[in-house]
């Protein structure tokens, strides 16, 4: 696992020429109700609305947060939307001066309404989709095809994200793999959700689902064998060079051309929160791995953990590499990806409030982790559903409490800290006392446990709305006590 991490540490930043449908999410976050119980309709009390890319725009947003660069290559409308969309992906570092803009045609626009269920967690309640899924214009399609011509001295990959919008069609795809096959370029494909994979052929390798593979190949997918039939007729039906099946919980299913049968390649158990945006996810790992030199065992290892860490949001919300680095610390036991400077950590605070989330914020010297600090811990993370632990720094502890503390360094102070499951983060604080950590993170609750009288940060935290609770300590436990008993022990005791 070690060796993933300095694989992805060394990728660098390849450029993905990505074809396919150019879409825009927009999400409308409200309060979900019911005017009376008879009422057979939920009410949704909007909020806020907000424009996030979609489809194909979604991998490019997702290969740019991996690292990596990207050519979007497509058509859009010359709509509101579509200029939406254009500017997102610009915001983002994409490159779209590749994408048509085509009058007369619009944008294809999902809008998602998502209810606050007990005012924190996101819960999609309805979609409505404004789309013209009509193929694109022959000579709309030969734009395309030259666009993708353009950049393929320069790419690493091509990747082809297709939603059956019209962008990849029966006669345009073929062209565009071969085009990019005989430039000595790699094609991976995200196929839409349908029956004919010849629209393939000439791929490098695929991406369907379980679902995708056994609708694609007639072949019903239940056990290992009924698995190698399907994958093995995806290779033909597309003559491609490989096909990744992904399989949910179970991982993902490689098989190589060739008779070698394919393996499964595990991953770890999540909580699924929502599936949106997980195959795009898997994609864009995929092309900025092999990009970057991956063996393709390799390359579908992180994507099952890009995936994976998809489906645990709400919502399309792109994967940093540095996500996927702190993942795979954490599958060998590593807990540094809890443990985060203050700056990233504001960004993961931001992004969580987005999905509705409540953030507990308390703080302490935590030198030699007794049941006291467990119980105090566990307490402040029912009153939310994300808990910020801020750790005094070696020095500053040494400031509090005299020579000799901490007893245990802060590094180790935090990974301790981060290896409990009622922790989400940690971070170390070099000041004596946390205000400037609140200051940046206002935090929705703070907690302070044990005997102190006066809890540092509450004037602030509640002139910005914030609630501030003080817990009890645990009679007979401090670190003061277990240490001095250390002290006064006699030999054998």
Known sequence: ??????????????????????????????????????????????????????????????VLALGGKVACIG?????????????????????TSTLARLRGRATTVKTRYVGLAQHRHAQQ????DEEVSEPLSESVQGTI???????????????????????LTDLNTPQIIADARAAGKAVLVDPALTADYRRYRGATLLTPNRYEASRATGVSIVDDESLERAAKQVLLIADADAVVITLDKQGAYLRMRGDKPGTIIPTRPRNVYDVTGAGDEVLAMLAVALAGGCETPQAVALANVAGGLEIERF???????????????RMVGLRGGKVLDRAPLADELARRRKQGEKVVFTNGCFDLLHLGHIRCLQQARELGSCLV????????VKRLKGPGRPVIGER?????????????????????????????????????????GEIVGRKLVEQYGGKVVSLGAVDGLSTTTI???IVGAEPGQ
């Not at 058509?75 to 969309?85: C, H, I, K, R, Y």
């Not at 309640?125 to 409505?128: A, E």
């Not at 666009?147 to 962008?167: I, N």
């Not at 919502?315 to 610390?329: A, N």
């Open 1 to 62: 696992m070690n060796t993933l991490i300095e694989i992805v540490e060394r990728l660098g930043s390849p450029l993905v020429a990505l074809v396919g449908d150019f879409m825009l999410d927009r999400y409308v976050y409200g309060d979900a109700e019911r005017i009376s119980p008879e009422a057979p309709v939920p009410v949704l009390r909007a909020v806020r609305a907000e424009g996030r890319t979609g489809g194909a725009a979604n991998v490019a947003a997702a």
């Open 75 to 95: 058509a859009v409308g010359q709509d509101e939307a579509g200029d939406q969309l254009v500017s997102l992906l610009s915001a983002q570092g994409a490159g």
């Open 125 to 128: 309640m309805l979609r409505v």
């Open 145 to 167: 095809r030259a666009a993708v011509r353009s950049q393929l001295s320069a790419c690493g990959v091509v990747a082809l994200e297709d939603y059956d919008k019209g962008t």
């Open 315 to 329: 919502g399309v919300v792109p994967i940093r590499r540095q996500e996927i680095v702190d993942e795979l610390r």
């Open 389 to 396: 632990v801020a750790v005094n720094s070696d020095a500053s």
């Open 412 to 452: 180790e102070r935090a990974e301790v800290l981060a290896a409990l499951e009622c922790v989400d983060y940690v971070t170390i604080f070099e000041e004596d006392t946390p205000e400037p950590l609140l200051k940046l993170l206002k935090p929705d609750v703070l907690v302070k446990g044990g005997t102190t």
């Open 483 to 485: 240490i001095n008993r």
